[in-house]
Each structure stands twice: as structure tokens, then as C-alpha cells.
């Protein structure tokens, strides 16, 4: 089971991936009540399952949502990660983790913060966002906020990582899709006899009108298909063509990517660094936790089927 540190990015791509698919099924209403777990003989209710989904899922999406299986899948590893979560809260009640009222004042502004809303939306967004800041501080408390790479490790990180290190430079780019791979071939060949600019071939075989705009963009994080024929362009320089997704391109660099300084290099890697530190602390932890956490399932009382991993 992923680790807790993991969540955030796993509650994204399930999040895309349900749609609006909800958090019940047809059966649900036949399987409510009782708990879902007990967590060394304390039960956890199906009620604070559902209010846990409600709180990822709770939104209007037209992603294609899953069904049957795949469905149930996605939610019992949300619910593996709801347990997970429980554990930590019940040791951060254990050592006292408190969290203010301003704090949760502070972790709740957002881009529109005079939204109107409920007294209950309000008072289950409080909530949620008390449940993640006792989290977030039980584990800067435990995992290790203050953990340091030392000069050999961060020397001998950045001789074996320098290649994706390097991967993070930043280019300016201009993108044209062309219908075939001939046609593209024909634009790129026309373009470096200098006989028909890059806009002009944009506006001229463009087939979206927003084609031809500049992107910043780091190499690093782009798509291999893409990353690999841009490799070693400077400015001004076109790709051969590029198929990516069923659709053939041409890129044109506007400004080429700078050599990465070293300082630059080592900075990256001491932030790396620390991040697998703090993730293998998380880990650990967790799983300290789990060892000493006495949990039993009950699959019964769930509102979908429960699929172990």
C-alpha cells in the first residue's frame, strides 16, 4: 500500500479518473450502517468513510466515469488510504496535536474566499482541513522536518543523476500540428530553405488557431516522444516531424535551453535528496504504525466491494 506521503498525487488520479461516478452504488442503501473497521477494537463508522469520499469526489466533472470492478478498485484504495489516515490521527491525538482555529482560518483561503456557502458546507470544509493539518503536523513532527544531505551524498547523487538533473531547462516553444507525416516533411523543408516563415506556415496549415503560440516549458517535463527530437536544438532551430498521440508536429524552438549551472545542478539535487529522506521517514513511520495497529475490515458494511490490493 501506497505511503501517506503518496496520497496527494494517488487522490488526484483517482479523482480524474472517477468523474462523477460518485460514492455509493445501486447496493449501497442495503449495506449502510455498522463499522467499516475496527482500529485495535475501535470502530470506524461507515458515516466518516462516506464523508471522506464525499469530500474527493463531491464534484462535477465530464470525465467518462468507471463502473462495476474497475469502480470498486478505485474506492478500496481510497479506503486503504482513509485507514491509513485514521491511524495517524489516533497517534496524533495520542501526542497531543492540536490545531487553531486561525490555522484552519489560514489553510481555508482561497481564490474566492466570499463564495457563499452553507452553514454544513462550511462546517465540513472545517473539518476536512482540521483532519489534513493534524496530519500534515503530526508528521513534520515525527518525519523528520530538519533531515540534512550531507556534501558526499548530495556529490555522489548529482554524478549519478546529473542527466534528469540537466532535464530541467527551461525552452520557449512553438508547436504546429500538420495532418501527415509527407506534409509535415514538405512545411520543414520549405521553412529551412527559407522560402515560408513558421508563422506563415502556421496560418497557412495550422489546424487550430491556437497553434503557433509561445510556451515556456522545462525539458524535463515533456513527454519522451517530444523531449527526445527537441534534444541538443538551440534557438531557432526546427524538429523532424513528431508523432505524438495519433497527430503528426513540428516544434519550433524560439529560445534554445541554457546549460545548467552546477550551483544550480547541486540545489536540485539536495531538494531531491531530501524529499526520498522524508518520503523513506514516512514510510518507516507508517508502517511502525501499522505494525503496532490492530486493524480488522469489514467488508460487509461498505458501500462498494471491497477489492485488496
Given at each position: 500500500?501506497?505511503?501517506?506521503?503518496?496520497?496527494?498525487?494517488?487522490?488526484?488520479?483517482?479523482?480524474?479518473?472517477?468523474?462523477?461516478?460518485?460514492?455509493?452504488?445501486?447496493?449501497g442503501g442495503t449495506r449502510r450502517g455498522g463499522a467499516v473497521?475496527?482500529?485495535?477494537?475501535?470502530?470506524?463508522?461507515?458515516a466518516e468513510l462516506e464523508r471522506y469520499l464525499d469530500a474527493?469526489?463531491?464534484?462535477?466533472?465530464?470525465?467518462?466515469?468507471?463502473?462495476?470492478?474497475?469502480?470498486?478498485?478505485?474506492?478500496s484504495r481510497l479506503f486503504d488510504a482513509f485507514l491509513e489516515?485514521?491511524?495517524?490521527?489516533?497517534?496524533?491525538?495520542?501526542?497531543?496535536?492540536?490545531?487553531?482555529?486561525?490555522?484552519?482560518?489560514?489553510?481555508?483561503?482561497?481564490?474566492?474566499?466570499?463564495?457563499?456557502?452553507?452553514?454544513?458546507?462550511?462546517?465540513?470544509?472545517?473539518?476536512?482541513?482540521?483532519?489534513?493539518?493534524?496530519?500534515?503536523?503530526?508528521?513534520?513532527?515525527?518525519?523528520?522536518?530538519?533531515?540534512?544531505?550531507?556534501?558526499?551524498?548530495?556529490?555522489?547523487?548529482?554524478?549519478?543523476?546529473?542527466?534528469?538533473?540537466?532535464?530541467?531547462?527551461?525552452?520557449?516553444?512553438?508547436?504546429?500540428?500538420?495532418?501527415?507525416?509527407?506534409?509535415?516533411?514538405?512545411?520543414?523543408?520549405?521553412?529551412?530553405?527559407?522560402?515560408?516563415?513558421?508563422?506563415?506556415?502556421?496560418?497557412?496549415?495550422?489546424?487550430?488557431?491556437?497553434?503557433?503560440?509561445?510556451?515556456?516549458?522545462?525539458?524535463?517535463?515533456?513527454?519522451?516522444?517530444?523531449?527526445?527530437?527537441?534534444?541538443?536544438?538551440?534557438?531557432?532551430?526546427?524538429?523532424?516531424?513528431?508523432?505524438?498521440?495519433?497527430?503528426?508536429?513540428?516544434?519550433?524552438?524560439?529560445?534554445?535551453?541554457?546549460?545548467?549551472?552546477?550551483?544550480?545542478?547541486?540545489?536540485?539535487?539536495?531538494?531531491?535528496?531530501?524529499?526520498?529522506?522524508?518520503?523513506?521517514?514516512?514510510?518507516?513511520?507508517?508502517?511502525?504504525?501499522?505494525?503496532?495497529?490492530?486493524?480488522?475490515?469489514?467488508?460487509?458494511?461498505?458501500?462498494?466491494?471491497?477489492?485488496?490490493?
Amino acid at each position: 500500500m501506497k505511503a501517506l506521503l503518496q496520497n496527494s498525487v494517488l487522490m488526484a488520479l483517482l479523482v480524474a479518473a472517477l468523474g462523477a461516478a460518485g460514492c455509493g452504488n445501486d447496493e449501497g442503501g442495503t449495506r449502510r450502517g455498522g463499522a467499516v473497521a475496527t482500529l485495535d477494537g475501535d470502530p470506524v463508522a461507515v458515516a466518516e468513510l462516506e464523508r471522506y469520499l464525499d469530500a474527493i469526489l463531491s464534484f462535477e466533472d465530464d470525465t467518462e466515469p468507471l463502473e462495476g470492478t474497475e469502480l470498486d478498485r478505485v474506492k478500496s484504495r481510497l479506503f486503504d488510504a482513509f485507514l491509513e489516515e485514521e491511524i495517524l490521527l489516533r497517534e496524533a491525538v495520542r501526542r497531543g496535536v492540536e490545531i487553531a482555529d486561525a490555522e484552519i482560518d489560514a489553510y481555508l483561503v482561497g481564490p474566492d474566499p466570499d463564495e457563499a456557502q452553507s452553514a454544513a458546507d462550511t462546517e465540513r470544509a472545517r473539518e476536512t482541513a482540521r483532519r489534513n493539518l493534524t496530519i500534515q503536523k503530526l508528521r513534520g513532527a515525527v518525519v523528520g522536518v530538519d533531515a540534512e544531505a550531507g556534501p558526499e551524498e548530495v556529490e555522489a547523487y548529482l554524478e549519478e543523476h546529473r542527466e534528469s538533473l540537466e532535464a530541467d531547462q527551461h525552452i520557449v516553444l512553438r508547436s504546429l500540428m500538420v495532418g501527415t507525416q509527407a506534409n509535415a516533411k514538405r512545411v520543414r523543408r520549405e521553412i529551412l530553405r527559407g522560402e515560408m516563415a513558421f508563422t506563415e506556415a502556421v496560418e497557412v496549415f495550422g489546424l487550430t488557431p491556437d497553434q503557433g503560440q509561445p510556451m515556456e516549458v522545462s525539458l524535463g517535463d515533456l513527454p519522451q516522444e517530444i523531449r527526445d527530437p527537441l534534444a541538443g536544438l538551440g534557438s531557432g532551430e526546427i524538429s523532424e516531424p513528431v508523432e505524438f498521440q495519433g497527430n503528426v508536429y513540428l516544434f519550433l524552438v524560439d529560445v534554445g535551453p541554457a546549460k545548467v549551472r552546477e550551483e544550480r545542478l547541486r540545489a536540485l539535487a539536495v531538494s531531491e535528496l531530501l524529499r526520498l529522506k522524508s518520503q523513506e521517514a514516512s514510510d518507516s513511520f507508517m508502517s511502525s504504525l501499522r505494525a503496532q495497529t490492530v486493524v480488522e475490515i469489514h467488508p460487509e458494511n461498505l458501500p462498494f466491494d471491497y477489492l485488496p490490493e
